[in-house]
């Protein structure tokens, strides 16, 4: 499994959630461990590690009324309990990719509703698959929890006792079912390296330990050991370069309990919040002293306040952030870390939850303040992913309209594109933030060929900037705004500079006639026309 990280590194350090405290319980001395443990056959983990199988089924950014081709995935997955709930305690961990677009659909009939399911799962010591129930789904943190409802799964099965955070160079074991053969794999290696790492999946940084054991594709999900038998942390990504080798990667444990309890408090997965706020380094003695920073002080320079962020009001450019929950924060953004390590201080604001609140102390204009702020996820202009939800679209006579997200970006400009993509378009998705409630930036995807389209059908992936010169702030706005219109004309602007005007009349009928002739079910999608309060069942062209 190859992942490019790079798509992290946006210049928004992540500031998620800071709570000493919490983070404290994880950092404890791993306990001693037997000498020259020489398997986990005899602590009896490994019949707790499970093979998952599913069938994705990806939305076409392109064409997106349509899904395309499904395909098949393994990977890995294993049993560990919760307290107190309906699933008698017992549920699955895997990654968040290894079930990511997978085929669940609910169908009606005359018996009531039932519920088909495309992912499975398979016990070590079993020839039988059983259907497994998505039940949340952590993007950021590359997590997934399901259950089995079939009470025959369980039987026999005890599951996996999460441990501390390691240390650098315990032992450590991969287990799982890689590529290369059928039944469970072992690979061993140490911790070579603990540290805020590049979720690849997540788009985001959290805690994560790097390890020399080898994490092949089918690895993801599986959990890693230490010589007690416990569980530190689940394999998710691997390094690929040439300039180094035999380089993976694990979601510790503090990261796990944070996925899990989230669950527990609120039913589903709410994400890691931020603080709201650019910042950079105060290395330099010379902008330290120029921020009125005395000898002592230490902290970080705010750079930007994200206009609709809760910080927005609070918080000022120009700042400087020397404590987050009472923990002195260095020049060069870390936080002490253990005892004789260091670590950037997002790993602080990762224990937190949404709706938190961090103590801060900052220094404006020579003069300490102490200040609170509500920590929530952040809410980017362009999203980094569909939370396993359709695209939006509207198509009007010929022209298709969308949002920007980063998986239109991968599909339309392939994986390589932070650098093929328009500059225009990854200014939006790399340095610019919202400014207005709902805002979004709607594209023109393409232009399909009809009589009210003839001339443009060459103009595709576009930027919308107006229509009849009023200003659009997203997708929902552009729709509003040409089902309003009662002008002989629809005129829409592009920030290329380029305009592209309609006949209004001749629009509503190339529009239902690009739905017959393309297969397209509805001129608007599904959350479109909920959010405009049209019927789904009944909705017609816009």
């Known amino acids: 499994m190859t992942h490019n990280a790079g798509i992290v590194s946006k210049g928004y350090h992540a500031l998620h959630d ?40 990806e939305p076409d950014m392109s064409l997106p009324w349509q899904r395309k081709r499904q395909y098949s995935s393994t990977s890995s997955g294993f ?58 789904i952590g993007t950021e943190c590359d997590i997934a929890l399901l259950t089995v409802e ?57 805690l994560g330990v790097q390890i020399d054991a080898a994490i092949n594709s089918g690895n993801s999900g599986g959990p890693v050991f230490n010589e007690a038998g416990e569980c530190v942390g689940v394999a998710f ?48 003695a010379t902008l330290r002293h120029s921020h009125g920073m005395a000898p002592g002080q230490k902290g970080v320079l705010v750079r930007e306040v994200l206009p609709l962020s809760e910080a927005a009001g609070v918080l000022q450019p120009g700042d400087v952030l020397m404590q987050f929950d009472q923990t002195q924060i260095a020049n060069d953004g870390t936080v002490g870390f253990r005892s004789n390590e ?39 202009l362009v999203p980094h992913h569909l939370f396993n939800k359709d695209p939006s679209y509207f198509v009007v006579a010929g022209l298709v309209f969308t949002n920007l997200t980063e998986p239109y970006l991968a599909s339309e400009f392939g994986p390589d594109y932070l650098r093929e993509a328009p500059v225009k378009l990854l200014d939006r998705l790399l340095y610019t933030h919202k400014d207005r409630p709902g805002q979004q ?32 702030n997203s997708l929902q706005h552009l729709v509003e705004l040409v089902q309003e219109n009662r ?33 397209i079910p509805h001129a608007l999608s599904k959350d479109l026309r909920e959010a405009l309060g049209i019927p789904v069942v009944a909705a017609q062209a816009a």
């Open 18 to 57: 800071p709570h000493l405290n919490t983070a404290a319980r994880y950092l404890g001395e791993v306990p001693s461990m037997p000498e020259g443990a020489d398997g986990l056959e005899t602590i009896n983990v490994m019949d707790a590690v499970c093979k998952v199988f599913c069938v994705h089924t």
């Open 79 to 136: 049993v560990i309990a919760l307290e107190g709930d309906r699933f008698g305690g017992k549920y699955l961990l895997t990654n968040a990719h290894s079930v990511e677009n997978h085929s669940q659909a609910r169908f009606g009939g005359g018996g009531g509703e039932t519920e088909r399911r495309h992912v499975k799962v398979k016990r070590r010591d079993d020839d039988s698959k059983f259907l497994a129930k998505v039940l949340a």
């Open 150 to 206: 079939d009470p025959e799964f369980w039987k026999d099965v005890e599951p996996v006792v999460l441990g501390p955070l390691p240390q650098l160079q315990d032992s450590v074991f991969v287990v799982g079912y890689p590529v290369g053969g059928d039944t469970i794999s072992v690979t061993s290696g140490v911790v070579s390296r603990i540290e805020v790492t590049s979720y690849a999946h997540g788009a985001t940084e959290l």
């Open 237 to 284: 990504q691997s390094y690929a370069g040439s300039e180094a080798e035999n380089i993976g990667y694990v979601i510790p444990t503090p990261v796990i309990h944070h996925f899990l309890v989230d669950y527990q408090r609120n039913g589903t997965f709410t994400g890691f919040p931020a603080l709201g706020i650019q910042w950079q380094r105060m290395e330099s």
């Open 342 to 380: 260091r670590i950037a201080y997002s790993f602080l604001t990762s224990q937190k939850f949404t709706g938190d609140v961090a103590s801060l102390r900052v220094l404006r204009e020579g003069k300490e303040l102490d200040l609170c702020i509500k920590l929530m996820r952040p809410d980017f």
């Open 441 to 472: 930036v709607v594209m023109l995807n393409q232009v399909l060929a009809c009589e009210a389209t003839i001339g443009y059908e060459d103009i595709s992936n576009s930027q919308v900037a107006k229509f009849n010169d009023v200003k659009v």
């Open 487 to 519: 002008e002989p004309f629809m005129r829409f602007n592009l920030e290329s500079k380029e305009v592209l005007v309609l006949d209004a009349s001749l629009a509503q009928a190339c529009t239902e006639e690009m739905q017959v002739f393309h297969s």
